[in-house]
């Protein structure tokens, strides 16, 4: 079956730590994203890639780093830069025919958890 | 990118119909409207997507008023399994990819 795949599902580290989140999509779609998500609230971007190799920051780049050097996969670096880094973690990607831009495909997320 | 506002929070019973409305006032001429649902610690899923009048799918109907400036997801006769967040974005689907923005959403609680 075709989607995308975060793993862990679940990550702890200690503060100080730099963690790599990683995303992997079979869907051949050329852009991807990274949501983060609190308690209670929406998503809110942190970084978007619509090409290999060429990445921008989404609403809430700061602390985050990204790569994109392959079509399937784009990791995700929490730095120790990131004051409030315990949330949980969306990727999605989505594809583009006759530039439209399909919906975001999601996938399950990885809850990362900071002490 | 035009805001979005929706109920907090919805309740309903089982095989009832649920109509949630999404204002987007500040819509832009091509901006198209897609709702998504997302359960507890999974990433959200598509549900519709539609640009003006009556949209409709095997799960869910989409209705757009021809200013634009509101939309309602209709969900036919809802079971438990529906109790989710639902969110209403709004967005331009061409050029530089999805930017989309996701609000708190409604979250909906049907009971039997």
């Known amino acids: 079956d075709g989607g995308i795949t975060q793993s862990p599902k679940y990550l702890f580290r200690k503060e100080g730590q730099n963690v790599t989140l990683s995303c992997e999509q079979n869907?051949?779609?050329?852009?991807m994203y990274w949501y983060r998500q609190d308690p209670g609230q929406g998503l809110r971007l942190i970084y978007y890639?619509?090409?290999?190799?060429?990445?921008q920051k989404g609403d809430i780049a700061e602390g985050y780093s990204v790569s994109r050097e392959k079509k399937e996969s784009f990791p995700l670096t929490v730095t120790s830069a990131q004051k409030n880094p315990t949330a949980f973690y969306l990727c999605a990607s989505s594809s583009r025919k006759d530039r439209v831009n399909s919906p975001l495909h999601f996938g399950n997320g990885t809850r990362l958890t900071v002490t | 990118l035009a805001k979005t506002t929706q109920p907090i929070s919805m309740d309903s019973y089982e095989g009832q119909e649920v109509n949630i409305t999404c204002s987007h006032n500040?819509?832009?001429?091509?901006?198209?409207i897609t709702w998504y649902q997302q359960f507890p610690s999974q990433g959200p899923r598509f549900i519709i997507q539609?640009?003006?009048t009556k949209v409709t799918n095997e799960v869910a109907s989409l209705f757009i008023p021809a200013d634009r400036k509101s939309s309602t997801l209709s969900l036919p006769r809802v079971s438990l399994s529906d109790t989710a967040v639902y969110y209403c974005?709004?967005?331009?689907?061409?050029?530089?990819?999805?930017?989309?923005?996701f609000g708190t959403g409604t979250q909906l609680k049907v009971e039997l």
């Open positions: 500040n819509i832009a001429t091509n901006d198209y």
């Open positions: 869907l051949n779609h050329d852009a």
């Open positions: 890639s619509q090409i290999v190799n060429d990445f």
């Open positions: 974005l709004v967005g331009i689907l061409t050029g530089g990819g999805n930017k989309l923005t």
């Open positions: 539609g640009y003006k």
